[in-house]
């Protein structure tokens, strides 16, 4: 949903557009989630960096309000930031930024976003398309597919492979 009137992002924190809604370069976007796939990818990649916090000194974020200036507040579906103070929106950039498709998302505007994450100074980016379980991974200059997707940097890591086995585990049959 796209507004006829570009808004600021002060007036955009004063009104109450829910929570499936971002504010980008000033216009109101729909956020696109809740789907099975996205839900539970969001779930395992929560997980493994939950898992791993200690040992990367990253705190796994579901959804956080991320204000990217001047007008911009997006959600990413999954975030990481360094052990510190955890402020009720994030204002400087996560290690990682990720975003997950939904049937209904297009890579244009995925990669629209992820512009503003890099304005914002995020490094690391992936989008996941879980329909054709394929990734793209900013590598610090181009967007390439990866079946190791990782943080620059950084030790942090996640196998695509293993990630869709773990989703396929839970949509198998119950006995």
């Known amino acids: 949903m796209a507004t006829e009137t ?11 557009y829910g929570r499936e809604v971002e504010l980008v370069d000033g216009e109101l976007w729909e956020r696109h989630v809740g789907n099975f796939l996205h839900s539970r990818l969001e779930a395992l990649l929560g997980a493994w960096f939950i898992q791993n916090e200690d040992r990367w000194g990253a705190v796994a974020l579901i959804e956080m309000d ?3 200036l001047p007008a911009s507040l997006l959600k990413p579906d999954v975030a990481l930031v360094p052990f510190g103070a955890m402020p009720d929106r994030l204002v400087d950039p996560p290690l990682l930024a990720v975003e997950i498709l939904s049937p209904s998302d297009r890579l244009v505007r995925t990669k629209r976003k992820c512009e503003k994450y890099r304005e914002m100074g995020v490094r690391s980016m992936w989008i996941i398309d879980p329909e054709s379980r394929t990734c793209l991974m900013w590598d610090g200059e181009q967007w390439v597919e990866a079946r190791r997707l990782e943080v620059l940097g950084t030790a942090i890591f996640v196998e695509l492979d293993d990630l869709f086995a773990r989703l396929d585990a839970s949509r198998a049959p119950q006995r």
Do not use: C, G, N, W
């Open 6 to 16: 570009k808004l600021s992002l002060e007036e955009f924190l004063e009104a109450d």
């Open 66 to 68: 991320t204000i990217v």
